[in-house]
């Protein structure tokens, strides 16, 4: 089976269509606890340090500001018109790269740096250049061509000059909020968003020579339909974006307070999400999209479908990736790290974080160590979730057991899953098949043991 060989199943899907974690890391989130400290931050920092060949970092900074509030997001964010409001936050991220940055060996280039929100773009162009600044002053980044630079982008905040302008400061990777096209479901969700405008900042993003272009859309919004989001797709395939993120809208309004202003009569079924969502893969695999993971698509020149191809892919905080080789730091407030056997969350409000900052400390609030246990499960939910398989031999050599043996209950629950047609098993490996590639976190969390303890404790989103 190639990477090309996806089959949609409805029916399968329907009786497979239960709630799970994305596995952007293992343990996921859910499994963080206030035991972990910015002592803990600090000894696995160092531990960092002293492997053989230290990794490189991959830098993420959280701007938690956006100009208005989309009723469907459930991201840490600060609906303002204010844009001084960013001044203060800037000072305190400023103390805390010169606290983090100085755990972290010097020579350790920045290969990847993410800015993500709220929306990064909120910043006036005086706030970006500061903050680079921040960054370039205490971080070794890289300047290379091969590196990875992006920005998550609302193009009703930004124009071409200030597109042209983050280009100049080094990034070559664009991410674009759209959603959806559609008139009345933008009014819905309070995201007023014109063709023309987002068009303008694609052609902008690709003046400037950017290595890709990613638009993220969202099915199971208000008055949304299988005819209309089958426009979305047309006007989104006219464009042309190197990668595509399909989300599902989880709608959770007792979590994520945004979300009360929807009402919930006006969603789309679960049945119609389900129709949109194999209509995008029949769609954009129609157009040579290749289907890279849950609700991730690219181009077949991109380097995501490329490293989907050679067995390189990951999947971290920030979904999948090409940068495997690298130890996740992250600054601002709510953002979560990832280095060694160690993922530390910081302060998930502003008071909290400032309060922090301004008394010496890092923000950490939460966070998890990792056993060996969870290393071996980690590595098995990646190589799941990344490779569409699981090899025995790889996993025996690397931690020096006989995975039949370390997994004989799990392997039970596996085989009921080969019987419904989700997976192959031989005795060297687990693989997905083309119906299965869709249900990769269902075989997932049969090795996920931290989740399952806390099922019902926890809200995880439908897995399609």
């Not at 035991?35 to 993420?60: C, G, K």
Request: proline residues 3%; glycine residues 4%; aromatic residues 10%.
């Amino acid at each position: 089976m190639t990477e090309a060989d996806i089959e949609f199943d409805m029916e399968l899907v329907r009786r497979h269509d239960v709630s799970g974690p994305r596995y952007t890391s293992y343990p996921t989130a859910a499994s963080f606890d206030t035991d972990i400290s910015e002592d803990d931050f600090r000894r696995h920092a160092q531990q960092s340090n002293e492997l053989p060949v230290p990794r490189p970092i991959s830098l993420y900074v959280h701007v938690p500001f956006c100009d208005t509030l989309c009723f469907y997001c459930g991201c840490n964010k600060i609906a303002t018109k204010n844009r001084s409001l960013a001044d203060s936050y800037l000072d305190h991220l400023e103390k805390e790269a010169g606290m983090v940055s100085s755990l972290f060996d010097k020579d350790r280039e920045v290969t990847q740096l993410h800015w993500g929100g709220g929306t990064p773009t909120f910043l006036t162009t005086e706030q970006t250049d500061r903050l680079m600044s921040i960054l370039s002053s205490h971080w070794n980044l890289s300047s290379a061509d091969e590196r990875d630079f992006s920005i998550e982008i609302d193009p009703r905040s930004i124009d071409a000059r200030g597109i042209e302008h983050l280009a100049s400061l080094g990034f070559n990777r664009f991410s674009l909020g759209v959603q959806d096209v559609d008139d009345q479901v933008q009014q819905a969700v309070n995201r007023v968003q014109p063709v023309e405008l987002t068009e303008s900042i694609i052609k902008a993003c690709r003046d400037t020579g950017a290595k890709s272009l990613n638009v993220d859309l969202i099915y199971g919004l208000p008055f949304q339909t299988k005819e209309k989001f089958s426009k979305t797709l047309d006007k989104v395939i006219e464009w042309m974006p190197d990668r595509l993120s399909i989300f599902n809208y989880a709608h959770m309004p007792e979590i994520f307070s945004a979300q009360t202003r929807i009402n919930e009569g006006d969603l789309p079924a679960a049945s119609e999400k389900l129709e949109m969502f194999a209509m995008t893969v029949e769609r954009l695999t129609g157009a040579g999209y290749v289907y890279i993971g849950l609700d991730h698509f690219a181009r077949p020149e991109d380097e995501l479908a490329k490293a989907l191809h050679d067995g390189s892919l990951q999947r971290n905080f920030q979904g999948y990736t090409t940068h495997a080789d690298t130890d996740l730091v992250s600054l601002g407030v709510s953002s979560i790290s990832s280095f060694y056997r160690l993922f530390t969350q910081n302060e998930k409000t502003l008071e909290g974080y400032y309060e922090r900052i301004d008394a010496g400390e890092l923000p950490v609030i939460r966070g998890v160590e990792l056993t060996l246990d969870d290393c071996i499960r980690r590595e098995a939910i990646q190589q799941i979730m990344c490779r569409n398989e699981l090899d025995f031999d790889s996993l025996d050599e690397q931690y020096y057991i006989t995975s039949k043996s370390y997994f004989n209950e799990e392997l039970h629950q596996i085989r009921l899953l080969e019987d419904d047609g989700l997976l192959e098993m031989t005795d060297s490996k687990i693989r997905l098949t083309a119906k299965g590639r869709f249900l990769a976190r269902i075989v997932a969390m049969v090795f996920d043991t931290a989740s399952q303890q806390l099922a019902t404790k926890q809200r995880f989103s439908k897995v399609i």
